[in-house]
């Protein structure tokens, strides 16, 4: 089974630091994809990046990057420049494709950008 | 619609009520997904239906809690003899295959 760890629970930062979010998966298969979403104070889940297993390219995407490392099973999320209005819970998680397309999520990071 | 859509968005019962939670999913999804998120809490996987079958029905639970869905679109999930503890957000999300699920804006549950 599928399992998605995301160990820090909150971080607090000032408004232009950077802040990296852990996410750590386990599964034996080899074909899975990993995703995160980001859910603001209002609730509604919001889709970020989906990675597939056999593409370990990073990405950025304006001051959103995602460092996936197959080899630490990791799949890290950072915020550089940080703003107030990405203050959000951050959810990372996995779909192994043996499993029926099943999405699994960590528990959340809850990011708080303060002024 | 242009997305996911669930009703209602808001529902207070009593305990030991029957509930039904109604999910319209995105027109031309295949799959469909139901989560329970508790008060900051992170999403609980309760089912997920592949067209109008369900392959993996074993996040429910409890006997009390079972969902259906009828041509491969609306999706319902009853909740027998609420408990306070089913108080929760009930997110509903479609996607077609592997593609990134799309949510709703959930059921707000109260079991008083």
């Known amino acids: 089974a599928q399992k998605v760890t995301q160990a820090q629970t909150e971080i607090s930062v000032v408004e232009k630091e950077d802040v990296t979010l852990d996410c750590v998966y386990e599964?034996?298969?080899?074909?899975?994809?990993l995703f995160w979403y980001k859910q603001p104070p209002s609730g509604e889940l919001v889709f970020l990046i989906r990675?597939?297993?056999?593409?370990?390219q990073n990405e950025i995407s304006g001051r959103y990057s995602w460092n996936f490392q197959k080899s630490t099973s990791s799949f890290n999320f950072t915020i550089t420049a940080s703003q107030v209005v990405d203050s959000a819970v951050y959810f990372c998680a996995a779909m192994i494709k043996a499993a029926g397309n099943k999405l699994t999520f960590g528990g959340g990071t809850r990011v708080l950008v303060k002024p | 619609g242009a997305g996911v859509s669930q009703s209602p968005s808001n529902k207070v019962t009593e305990k030991g009520k029957d509930v039904e939670l109604r999910c319209d999913p995105i027109s031309g999804h295949t799959a469909l997904y139901w989560y329970r998120q508790r008060l900051g809490q992170g999403l609980e996987f309760l089912i997920y239906?592949?067209?109008?079958?369900?392959?993996?029905k074993s996040g429910l639970p409890s006997d009390r809690f079972s969902a259906e869905r009828t041509g491969e679109s609306v999706s319902t999930l009853t909740i027998q003899r609420t408990q306070q503890e089913d108080s929760a957000v009930y997110l509903c999300?479609?996607?077609?295959?592997?593609?990134?699920?799309?949510f709703g804006n959930g059921t707000r549950l109260t079991v008083t």
């Open positions: 990675r597939n297993s056999f593409d370990e």
């Open positions: 599964t034996r298969d080899t074909t899975y994809y």
């Open positions: 999300a479609s996607s077609v295959q592997i593609s990134p699920l799309h």
């Open positions: 239906f592949q067209g109008n079958s369900a392959p993996d």
